[in-house]
């Protein structure tokens, strides 16, 4: 950051409007970090990876961003905070963290819904010259620093053409809804196995990794 300033300065400086980033010891003791957001529009942000990459996704994919802090804080609100989030928070905590929106053709789906790895990176690997992965999941988005051949996104099917992030941001906020998230309409997705993603899987010996590439349950 520029001449060593607080990360949450420098987000600042980069959007107007909520949230405003502040400084962690904003957030008081014993209050739900995702209930303090919603109810005063700031986000207390550490000086660290994982706070930076969640600046970043609160620039890049605000209405999603909100979407999912108000189903979180309505959650908070219901139930409380406990040990155990419940299946929506679970899944909405899941997809801010470790979640990715992918476009691709419907074989890719199928390939992906079946976790026919070979079919999916091997076969149809033409076909992902079509296709668009966007990790919006900051957690995942750290990881992905330094990277390990089981990072595993949760990706959602975004129909037709992903077109640009403010697009996929509307569209995720349309379907960020409680009912939808307990449904968890997420796959799990290796991310490195995705050509272009690791320069390793131009081999396709990469996949022959039992404990990476699963079969179905």
């Given at each position: 950051m520029a001449a060593g300033a607080p990360l949450h300065e420098a987000l600042n400086e980069q959007g107007a409007g909520e949230p405003r980033f502040v400084s962690p010891d904003h957030l008081p003791a014993g209050m739900a970090y995702e209930q303090y957001v919603f109810d005063t529009g700031?986000?207390?942000?550490?000086?660290?990876?994982?706070?930076?990459?969640?600046?970043?996704v609160w620039l890049e994919l605000p209405r999603a961003k909100r979407q999912l802090n108000r189903v979180q804080a309505a959650q908070i609100a219901a139930h409380g905070v406990s040990t155990r989030r419940g299946p929506v928070r679970d899944a909405a905590t899941l997809f801010d963290e470790n979640g990715a929106v992918l476009s691709a053709p419907e074989p890719l789906w199928q390939?992906?819904?079946?976790?026919?790895?070979?079919?999916?990176?091997?076969?149809?690997?033409?076909?992902?010259?079509?296709a668009c992965l966007l990790v919006v999941g900051h957690a995942l988005l750290e990881k992905l620093v330094?990277?390990?051949?089981?990072?595993?996104?949760?990706?959602?099917?975004?129909?037709?053409?992903?077109?640009?992030?403010?697009?996929?941001?509307?569209?995720l906020e349309g379907?960020?809804?409680?009912?939808?998230?307990?449904?968890?309409?997420?796959?799990?997705?290796?991310?490195?196995?995705?050509?272009?993603?690791?320069a390793e899987n131009a081999a396709f010996s990469f996949y022959d990794d039992p404990l990476v590439f699963r079969p179905p349950p």
């Open positions: 700031r986000c207390p942000t550490r000086d660290n990876l994982h706070d930076f990459f969640n600046g970043l390939a992906l819904g079946a976790r026919d790895w070979q079919r999916l990176f091997v076969d149809l690997r033409p076909l992902w010259r079509e330094e990277p390990r051949k089981n990072l595993t996104a949760h990706v959602w099917n975004v129909p037709g053409p992903s077109g640009s992030t403010v697009q996929v941001d509307e569209w379907q960020l809804t409680p009912e939808r998230l307990a449904a968890k309409p997420f796959l799990p997705l290796p991310v490195l196995g995705v050509p272009g993603w690791c």
